[in-house]
């Protein structure tokens, strides 16, 4: 098998993005471009107070990102905490650069309309040139609808990795499994898509000769979105394998223990999968999950030649954080195997105690995905 791109990986958490974010962000010459969302969740400025606050002098510039989700969208109900989150940026940007792109995540009307968020967000940045000016990139996920960052940091990497001496690019997330829980997601979208720029080759082809491995990490109240994403795959073609991925290690020693009890009767009673086909991934590493997820692909390639090798989908009902891991995996396999990337997004959110996850907030833990620049670069390329 050829070797992993990201392996060695830098991964940072807490104090240590801390410390990084001071030796790095403080050299002179150093130009940051940092991409966050404007949301309702109370993490949306957490990783950038934190870089600011370690790095007052640092030149950012920020883009930030809104959403126009029609008039519809069940997060109007939360404006306030919109206004309150933009207030904060505001405050912390008095002295820095902040440019504003909308970005549309619905498209056409009545029955015809359709989410095209994810292909939108690919156009937030259409070439190099528009970023060549900055040393480094941060793409802060804590807001950002899984939908739009694949997209977003899929087109990104494909413009700096090629690159003699790359843009340091990095993804940042703000991590609190109470916050999630607190902020439900209800219903499963009966628009799904293999996400722009992560199909796979799968979304081309009405009929798939190779065997499909599916892969679909799991998370708390996701069930209607597992089988909403595997009737999609059954209507193009039978999965050849279903491996469901859990998060273990988990902070919560019992987290698998309840999924278990959660998913049993679907993935057992009625889709027959037997536990040898289950997988395990870190819960706090998305680089260990994108070399398991990884592996596992190429050896369902490498085994099934006599058919051609195979295809796989990748699909995360779980954490940000290792969502990363399969957006790393279905980036670097995407011309030698071809992985689709298909999401199930949610009609709405529900937050069940607005002063509780505020309370909530200053428990995050703050997670720093180094993913191009100066540690991949070999030798000779780094500069003296």
């Keep these: 098998m050829s070797p992993n791109k ?13 410390s990084f974010f001071k030796d790095h962000f403080t050299q002179e010459g150093r130009k940051p471009l940092f991409i966050l969302a404007k949301g309702f969740d ?28 029609g008039p519809n969208s069940s997060s109007h109900k939360y404006k306030s905490l919109v206004d309150e989150n933009i207030q904060e940026l505001t405050t912390l940007l008095s002295n820095k650069t902040l440019v504003r792109r909308s970005v549309a995540l619905l498209g056409g009307t ?39 960052y694949f997209s977003l940091i899929g087109k990104i990497l494909s413009l700096v990795e090629t690159k003699e001496s790359p843009i340091n690019l990095f993804v940042s997330v703000a991590e609190n499994a109470a916050i999630d829980i607190k902020t439900k997601e209800f219903g499963a979208d009966d628009d ?7 199909g796979g080759r799968i979304e081309l082809s009405s009929e798939i000769e190779e065997p499909v491995i599916w892969f679909p990490i799991l998370g708390e109240g996701k069930v209607e979105h597992f089988r909403k994403a595997y009737n999609h795959i059954m209507s193009q073609n039978r999965p050849y ?15 698998v223990d309840a999924l278990i009890v959660e998913y049993h009767s679907l993935l057992f009673d009625e889709l027959g999968i037997e536990a040898k086909s289950i997988m395990y991934v870190p819960e706090q590493n998305p680089f260990e999950a994108y070399i398991r997820l990884n592996n596992a692909i190429k050896n369902y390639n ?4 006599p058919l051609k090798g195979c295809k796989a989908v990748a699909s995360t009902f779980s954490s940000k ?21 298909l999401n199930v997004d949610s009609e709405g959110y ?35």
């Design 42 to 69: 109370v993490r949306m400025n957490i990783v950038i107070s934190k870089l600011i606050e370690c790095c007052p002098d640092v030149d950012l510039e920020c883009l930030l990102i809104e959403f126009d989700e």
């Design 241 to 255: 394998e279903i491996c469901p991925i859990l998060p273990f290690p988990a902070k919560n020693p019992r987290r």
């Design 6 to 18: 990201w392996n060695p990986y830098v991964l940072m958490r807490n104090e240590e993005t801390a």
């Design 350 to 384: 529900i937050i069940d105690d607005i002063e509780g996850v505020k309370n909530l907030k200053n428990q995050s833990e703050l997670f720093l995905s180094w993913l191009t620049g100066q540690p991949y670069q070999k030798p000779d390329q780094k500069s003296e």
């Design 110 to 148: 009545g029955k015809n309309q359709k989410r095209v968020g994810d292909r939108n967000a690919a156009g937030i940045i259409h070439s190099y040139d528009e970023i060549s000016k900055y040393t480094d990139i941060v793409v802060d996920i804590s807001a950002l609808p899984r939908g739009i």
């Design 321 to 341: 954080l290792l969502s990363i891991g399969t957006l790393l995996t279905a980036y670097e396999l995407r011309e030698e195997i071809g992985v689709g990337v």
């Design 192 to 198: 799904l898509n293999y996400l722009h720029g992560f």
């Design 302 to 305: 490498l085994s099934l030649k």
